[in-house]
């Protein structure tokens, strides 16, 4: 018996087997606490179609498909191992296809002309605010949170309270909150810009500051914990926030600069422009970061906190940067979207938000610019997509759910993310042949 | 000065009030964060991280006691023997459901990592994934509103201390709590288990070579770990009710307890959740309940900062 | 002005109940090469780390003197502010950051003491440009200098034992250091790159003027590098002279020969 279940077949027959009923039950009908087998019932016995094909209960369905996925798997592994050959291309130095420059920056030019014309494009109101709330936002506060996760190795999970006090600020010094505004308010949201980005940055210093010489794990914990109390603040602090109902109106921008002259309005379309001109400022700015000594200073950290204070390198000061510079690029994400929305409620800055951002770096790729973009506007778009055009049993809430399931897969089949950072990749790698002390940086195993 | 001298007065005239029937509470609570602190303490001595999806294995226990419930009492009203055995059932199955959670959270989340020798900060965000995946799919199932349990008694107050009423709940949680923090520090402390685990967190290397079984090793500390943290899951639903968001805050704080008493040392992690709850429950009067949850975010902070290792000091070896 | 690059005295350094270094004191002159040994767990590491910021000692007093030729203490220094005061080290299992290049290496180390311009570094300003091209100026002079420059472009992890050594010697010069400290540098290497090794440590103290402080259980390279040897024998000083003297110390010989059977065949004879 034991032999038999330990045959390798079997096992990989019976890991497809549960993952793909897994995948039934995540994809079948809601259930409730008054009939909680309701979900159970509809996703395994549920009459379904295979494309009109045979129709049929839905667990055989997902048996067919559990089939389909041995056969890939086993295939897969007789090809030979391709996992080997990938991890020993990371080491070796000759650039990708992608990082040759002249390939890279025509690239480039392509995606931001697409950037440009895709409200023309895709002339569709929801989408227009789709593509600048859920999708502009999100690039820009993933982004900024690579910063932290990805270039320091900081495990940043409160990085929203960073976005609801830039959100809060716009509101107060336009004179939106109940509180009363600095100089009586009625500034105009983008002097919010610079006065956000100080505040979120003095915020990121003062949080960092002592936390940033725990341990990795630790900190996680504490920035989760400073995430829960601004939110709890923001609920409870009626006077001053306005409370779980939110506080507003928040002007829109105005623009008097010379020749140029622009109102925006709650129509999205110029505010995804506006996303647009400062994204390609923050990717150009963080992309030159990454390749100075600030940039390096963080790899060295990442890998080897002790050989980096050898050469004279000050651990805490780097962190407390890159802390810093994350925050404030989710700062003015916050300032954008209170005067885009026209409000701010508590709601928009839980703790899901922070993971759905922690999500989007982790699919991209920690530490790749581009991977993180890329993988931003895919689950982005994924999830507008399933916010439009639901299907059957879908509610919007199940997101989590699947980009939990993401990044636990992503952990297992492909750390370094979808379009990975070199350097990233490299320490993967390396870390599987036990070289490298990144851990030691994570859980400062020092005597 | 006058004014706050007399806030003050006021507030302490409450604390003497109601001292001892939030200590009572307080004590309560503390039970429940030391069984779920205890799984974080096992999993960090052997794993040497902490287990970010432990929330979730107390979520699974709540609701899994919740189910036995309604299906054991219906409409009933239990008393006496009965009470005691649903009761008993409720844990045993809530520590069922945790210990197995535990379990698929080891080999899915965490052992596939372990086989290729991840850096910690994959653990972490597999075990947050692992997680999120968890709770939300418990929402998505059993519906996303707090239901309350049904009750396998009445509660009342059983006898008093100091003045103050001690709820049969209440007596349920330390009777619980003592007999099932006694039985691990004993397991811990002399069984063949115990010798193993500890010998795992002092040196995983080291145990390896005298012939310890690693791998069983880690799982069995997560069914233990998970058991404990099940049965409080259960115990918590009875008072609280279940949610499927209910694991985060009381997980946090079991944490917070672990840290206290000192990560990887398991009577700390029971002396730590034991001042918490208190100290908590008696800040009550002195802050809105709206921020006490801010408290033992702020006590975390503060341990970390000043004393890292914790009152009792780290090591699992240690302790027992 | 002192003459002395570091002035150690009297050093306790304890971790709980267990003495690692007892009243430990310790002298070396500006352009000297010193030499510490001892058998295994005698504190050698314990004293280099005492040395670096790493570990701060209970009792005692470590004086260095830095390029400005001022008197400063260790003690209380956090590492990174010792390396900035010029102590530049390598390590006993060699520590690069395995996932950057040799040339990224050492780059790191020489760019590590100027300033941080965040501002700067995100619009690629004319300092930084300046900065960079300093560093990479610098970086490959010193790869040159040690015998790397045709692995500038290698992944430093792929670099072999003896090449590790180099790169982790390129890249501590590269802050600029008085004093470099060697942790064990001929570990792991075959005979040919201990020569090589042995002449590369000379060459940095005649060409850079640069004092080095190493720890060694190889006894020929020792003997044909050091001008100065201290013994360390369970945490103490136990004898203090020139090659040939301590060669010849009763107390030392006694010291090794009393040891475990590996260090018999490295003991000086």
């Known amino acids: 018996m034991q032999t038999f279940l330990r045959n390798p077949h079997l096992r990989r027959f019976g890991i497809?087997?549960?993952?793909?009923?897994?995948?039934?039950?995540?994809?079948?009908?809601?259930?409730?606490?008054?009939?909680?087998?309701?979900?159970?019932?509809?996703?395994?016995?549920?009459?379904?179609?295979?494309?009109?094909?045979?129709?049929?209960?839905?667990?055989?369905?997902?048996?067919?498909?559990?089939?389909?996925?041995?056969?890939?798997?086993?295939?897969w592994l007789t090809q030979g191992s391709v996992i080997r050959t990938t991890t020993s291309k990371a080491l070796t130095y000759p650039r990708a296809v992608t990082q040759r420059k002249p390939v890279r920056w025509s690239l480039l030019g392509v995606a931001l002309i697409v950037a440009l014309l895709l409200p023309r494009i895709v002339d569709d109101a929801f989408w227009h605010s789709a593509m600048t709330e859920q999708i502009g936002v999100f690039v820009l506060l993933a982004t900024g949170l690579n910063v932290v996760?990805?270039?320091?190795?900081?495990?940043?999970?409160?990085?929203?309270?960073?976005?609801?006090?830039?959100?809060?600020?716009?509101?107060?010094?336009?004179?939106?909150?109940?509180?009363?505004?600095?100089?009586?308010?009625?500034?105009?949201?983008?002097?919010a810009i610079p006065v956000a980005i100080v505040i979120v940055m003095v915020a990121g210093i003062l949080l960092g500051a002592p936390t940033l010489r725990l341990r990795g794990d630790y900190l996680a914990i504490v920035t989760l914990g400073f995430g829960e109390i601004v939110t709890i603040f923001a609920n409870n602090l009626y006077g001053i926030t306005g409370g779980s109902q939110g506080s507003g109106p928040i002007p829109h921008p105005v623009l008097h600069v010379g020749p140029l002259h622009y109102v925006w309005s709650l129509k999205p379309v110029p505010y995804y422009y506006l996303l647009l001109v400062f994204l390609v400022i923050f990717l150009i700015a963080f992309s030159l970061l990454e390749h100075s000594r600030i940039g390096r200073a963080w790899t060295a950290i990442r890998e080897d906190e002790?050989?980096?204070?050898?050469?004279?390198?000050?651990?805490?000061?780097?962190?407390?940067?890159?802390?810093?510079?994350?925050?404030?690029?989710?700062?003015?994400?916050?300032?954008?979207?209170?005067?885009?929305?026209?409000?701010?409620?508590?709601?928009?800055?839980?703790?899901?938000?922070?993971?759905?951002?922690?999500v989007l770096v982790i699919f991209g790729g920690m530490g790749s610019i581009f991977g993180v973009v890329v993988g931003a506007i895919i689950i982005q778009v994924a999830y507008s997509y399933l916010l439009h055009t639901p299907p059957q049993g879908y509610q919007s809430a199940d997101l989590y759910m699947y980009l939990g399931a993401l990044l636990v897969l992503m952990m297992i089949f492909r750390p370094s993310g979808l379009i990975p950072s070199r350097r990233r990749q490299r320490e993967m790698v390396l870390s599987k042949a036990g070289e490298g002390h990144m851990d030691e940086v994570l859980t400062g195993d020092t005597p | 000065m006058g004014a706050f001298g007399h806030y003050l007065s006021g507030h302490f005239a409450t604390f003497r009030l109601e001292f001892w029937s939030l200590f009572v509470g307080g004590v309560a609570n503390g039970f429940l964060y030391g069984m779920i602190a205890v799984g974080y303490t096992l999993v960090y001595g052997v794993l040497r991280l902490i287990n970010f999806a432990h929330s979730e294995i107390f979520m699974s226990g709540g609701f899994a006691g919740y189910f036995v419930m309604k299906a054991l009492i219906g409409n009933s009203v239990p008393s006496g023997a009965a009470t005691v055995f649903l009761i008993i059932v409720g844990i045993v199955v809530g520590g069922t459901a945790g210990a197995l959670v535990a379990t698929l959270l080891e080999r899915v989340a965490y052992r596939p990592l372990r086989r290729r020798n991840a850096p910690k900060l994959a653990y972490l965000i597999s075990a947050i994934g692992a997680s999120y995946f968890l709770f939300n799919l418990a929402g998505k199932e059993f519906g996303r509103y707090s239901i309350s349990m049904p009750q396998p008694y009445i509660n009342h107050p059983v006898f008093h201390i100091f003045g103050a009423a001690v709820q049969l709940y209440y007596v349920v949680i330390f009777i619980a709590g003592v007999v099932m923090l006694f039985a691990l520090d004993r397991v811990v402390a002399t069984t063949k288990l115990g010798r193993s685990i500890r010998a795992v967190a002092q040196d995983?290397?080291?145990?390896?070579?005298?012939?310890?079984?690693?791998?069983?090793?880690?799982?069995?500390?997560?069914?233990?770990?998970?058991?404990?943290?099940?049965?409080?899951?259960?115990?918590?639903?009875?008072?609280?009710?279940?949610?499927?968001?209910?694991?985060?805050?009381?997980?946090?704080?079991?944490?917070?307890?672990?840290?206290?008493?000192?990560?990887?040392?398991?009577?700390?992690?029971?002396?730590?959740g034991l001042l918490l709850g208190v100290v908590e429950s008696l800040s009550v009067v002195f802050v809105q309940a709206a921020y006490i949850d801010v408290i033992a975010f702020g006590i975390l902070v503060a341990v970390l900062l000043f004393r890292p290792t914790g009152i009792l000091g780290e090591r699992l070896g240690r302790a027992a | 002005m002192s003459d002395l690059i570091f002035n150690v005295d009297s050093v306790t350094l304890r971790f709980g109940g267990v003495v690692s270094l007892n009243d430990v004191s310790l002298h070396q002159k500006r352009g000297e090469i010193l030499a510490v040994i001892g058998p295994n767990g005698a504190g050698k590491t314990s004293l280099f780390n005492s040395l670096t910021g790493v570990y701060q000692p209970q009792e005692g007093s470590?004086?260095?003197?830095?390029?400005?030729?001022?008197?400063?203490?260790?003690?209380?220094?956090?590492?990174?502010?010792?390396?900035?005061?010029?102590?530049?080290?390598?390590?006993?299992a060699s520590r690069m950051f395995s996932a950057l290049t040799t040339f990224?290496?050492?780059?790191?180390?020489?760019?590590?003491?100027?300033?941080?311009?965040?501002?700067?570094?995100?619009?690629?300003?004319?300092?930084?440009?300046?900065?960079?091209?300093?560093?990479?100026?610098?970086?490959?002079?010193?790869?040159?200098?040690?015998?790397?420059?045709?692995?500038?472009?290698?992944?430093?992890?792929s670099l072999?034992?003896?090449?590790?050594?180099?790169?982790e010697i390129a890249r501590g010069l590269a802050t600029d250091p008085q004093v470099l400290?060697?942790?064990?540098?001929?570990?792991?290497?075959?005979?040919?790159?201990?020569?090589?090794?042995?002449?590369?440590?000379?060459?940095?103290?005649?060409?850079?003027?640069?004092?080095?402080?190493?720890i060694e259980h190889d006894m020929k390279l020792v003997m044909a590098l050091a001008e100065r040897l201290y013994v360390l024998n369970f945490g103490s000083v136990i004898a203090e002279g020139s090659p040939e003297a301590i060669r010849s110390n009763p107390v030392v010989i006694e010291a090794y020969l009393g040891s475990s059977d590996d260090e018999s065949e490295k003991s000086p004879s």
Do not use: C
Request: hydrophobic share 45%; aromatic share 10%.
């Open chain 3, 160 to 167: 072999s034992y003896g090449d590790r050594r180099r790169l």
């Open chain 1, 16 to 75: 497809s087997f549960l993952v793909m009923e897994l995948v039934a039950l995540m994809t079948g009908p809601p259930g409730s606490t008054q009939t909680p087998t309701a979900g159970f019932r509809g996703s395994f016995f549920e009459a379904s179609s295979f494309y009109g094909l045979f129709r049929t209960q839905r667990w055989v369905v997902f048996l067919a498909l559990a089939v389909v996925v041995f056969a890939i798997w086993s295939g």
């Open chain 1, 306 to 358: 002790v050989a980096a204070e050898s050469v004279g390198i000050n651990p805490l000061k780097y962190k407390v940067m890159a802390f810093a510079i994350g925050a404030s690029t989710a700062g003015f994400a916050g300032v954008v979207t209170a005067s885009q929305s026209n409000n701010v409620f508590p709601s928009s800055f839980t703790l899901q938000s922070s993971i759905n951002i922690l």
């Open chain 3, 181 to 214: 400290l060697l942790d064990e540098p001929a570990a792991g290497t075959n005979p040919a790159e201990k020569i090589q090794l042995t002449e590369l440590i000379r060459k940095v103290r005649d060409e850079m003027g640069v004092s080095i402080l190493l």
């Open chain 1, 149 to 191: 996760v990805g270039f320091a190795g900081l495990l940043d999970l409160g990085y929203v309270a960073f976005y609801a006090i830039g959100a809060y600020t716009t509101a107060w010094i336009t004179g939106s909150l109940p509180t009363p505004a600095p100089f009586h308010g009625h500034f105009d949201p983008f002097v």
């Open chain 2, 204 to 272: 995983a290397e080291t145990a390896s070579l005298m012939g310890v079984n690693i791998d069983r090793t880690i799982a069995l500390t997560f069914i233990v770990g998970g058991a404990l943290g099940g049965a409080a899951g259960f115990l918590f639903g009875l008072g609280t009710g279940v949610v499927y968001t209910m694991g985060f805050v009381p997980a946090l704080k079991a944490f917070t307890a672990a840290v206290l008493g000192g990560i990887g040392n398991l009577r700390g992690a029971m002396i730590g």
């Open chain 3, 62 to 92: 470590i004086f260095f003197t830095n390029r400005e030729g001022k008197v400063i203490s260790i003690i209380g220094k956090k590492a990174h502010r010792v390396a900035s005061a010029g102590v530049a080290r390598t390590f006993q």
């Open chain 3, 104 to 157: 990224e290496n050492v780059k790191i180390g020489a760019e590590s003491h100027r300033g941080i311009g965040v501002i700067g570094a995100m619009v690629k300003g004319p300092r930084t440009r300046r900065g960079e091209r300093h560093s990479d100026e610098r970086t490959e002079e010193l790869l040159k200098f040690v015998g790397l420059y045709d692995k500038a472009n290698v992944i430093s992890s």
